[in-house]
Each structure stands twice: as structure tokens, then as C-alpha cells.
């Protein structure tokens, strides 16, 4: 079993919708969590990152981290075309280095 | 300014070859990593470097892979006797801090090597 898992899709949804992304992990020694996103052909861009747990808003996105259920979402608000793309989550340990990602989510936003 | 850059951005070789991938990192930064990335995987970890030195190498899946970085700034992946599962898309990565804080990695558009 993966140390993260995460729905791979493909996930279509109309241009306006909200967006629900998740990853759920093992290791309890995960304490930063980051949200990618990679468009076709391109290196993964950071999004955002949490560090424990609650949320954190950042424009139309918001992550959250609830550690006691090992569980993270990304929520997009007013989903945008420019939005399609596939979402990675990471987590890193305490040093902050290596980063475990999860296999993707696949997003488009339909117009 | 300019961002992680990768060389070559596509390389095809026959099982058995041996193989050279670079990694431009952001000017400064002292961290430096690389990724491989499976066609719809997300990347895994392969080696981290401080400065010339190599931190973690954990991720290595064997003898066949070696990563340099002689002068702090330039790294590049090494892959001797290729077999056709290391066919993936190696990525690049730096970022200004060290271990112990988050900083953000920085990513290139990755090399994609097909073993033929």
C-alpha cells in the first residue's frame, strides 16, 4: 500500500463549480503538506502547503489537513478553464526535504 | 528570471546504454533534487543535494543510478546498463533552504527517457 493515496479521476466539471481534491496517508510522521498542480508536458508548480492541521485560504483555494483522520483537501472555488491541469499533493517529514507525492488528480474545467 | 532548466528534454536509447541527464538549478539555490515520474504516478524521490554534497540518496532504486553535483550549481542523473522500466520523466528541483523548513522546490520540465 502507497504511503498517499489519491483519487486519480479523470474529474470533469462545469466552468463556476467548486473543486474537491483529496489525499488521505499513513505515516504519521508526515507535518508539511502541499498541493501541486502540473500542466501537460511541465514540471509540478507549488500551490500551497499547511503546515498541522486546520486550513488555509489563499485567493479561490483553500487546503485543509486534518491529521487525527490523516485526510487533505484542496477546494477551487469559481473553477476556471486555466484550471484544468492535475493536482499532486505532497507531504514531507520534519526535515522539510524529500516530498512523497500522491499519483494525481486529473481536472478539467469545461467552459 | 530563469527557471530550473533540464538537458535533454526528450532522450531515447536502447536497453543496455548508458545515459546522462542535466539539471540547471536556479542560480543560488543550495538545495537541489531529482524526481522520477511514471506515467501517471507522481514523482518519487530520488536524490537530494546540499551544496556538492548528496544529503539523501534513499530514493536511488539501484547501483545503475548515480547523480553528481561537483560544483554546487550543475548536477547530473548518471543511468548505466538502462532497462526499459526506467522509461519515465526525470525532474529537477531546487530551492533556496535546507532541510528543517518549508521551502518551496522549484521544478523543471523534466527530461522524458524512453528505453527502447
Given at each position: 500500500q502507497k504511503e498517499v493515496e489519491q483519487d486519480p479521476g479523470p474529474l470533469s466539471v462545469p466552468e463556476g463549480a467548486i473543486v474537491s481534491l483529496n489525499c488521505t496517508y499513513s505515516?504519521?510522521?508526515?507535518q508539511y503538506f502541499m498541493w501541486y498542480r502540473q500542466y501537460s508536458r511541465k514540471g509540478p508548480e507549488l500551490l500551497m502547503y499547511t503546515y498541522s492541521s486546520g486550513n488555509k485560504e489563499d485567493g479561490r483555494f483553500t487546503a485543509q489537513v486534518d491529521k487525527s483522520s490523516k485526510y487533505i483537501s484542496l477546494f477551487i472555488r469559481d473553477?476556471?478553464?486555466?484550471?484544468s491541469a492535475t493536482y499532486l499533493c505532497a507531504m514531507s517529514g520534519a526535515s522539510a526535504r524529500q516530498l512523497t507525492f500522491g499519483s494525481g488528480t486529473q481536472l478539467t474545467v469545461l467552459p | 528570471g530563469a527557471g530550473v532548466s533540464q538537458t535533454p528534454s526528450n532522450k531515447v536509447t536502447e536497453k543496455g546504454k548508458y545515459v546522462e541527464l542535466r539539471c540547471d538549478p536556479i542560480s543560488g539555490h543550495t538545495a537541489l533534487y531529482w524526481y522520477r515520474q511514471s506515467l501517471g504516478q507522481g514523482p518519487e524521490f530520488l536524490i537530494y543535494f546540499q551544496g556538492t554534497g548528496?544529503?539523501?540518496?534513499?530514493?536511488?532504486?539501484?547501483?545503475?543510478f548515480f547523480a553528481v553535483r561537483p560544483e554546487g550549481s550543475v548536477s547530473t542523473l548518471k543511468i548505466q546498463r538502462?532497462?526499459?522500466?526506467?522509461?519515465a520523466v526525470y525532474l529537477c528541483a531546487s530551492s533556496t533552504q535546507p532541510a528543517g523548513v518549508v521551502n518551496e522546490q522549484f521544478f523543471g520540465p523534466g527530461t522524458r527517457l524512453t528505453v527502447l
Open positions: 505515516n504519521s510522521a508526515f473553477s476556471q478553464p486555466s484550471d | 548528496a544529503a539523501d540518496d534513499s530514493g536511488l532504486p539501484n547501483d545503475r538502462t532497462e526499459r522500466g526506467d522509461s
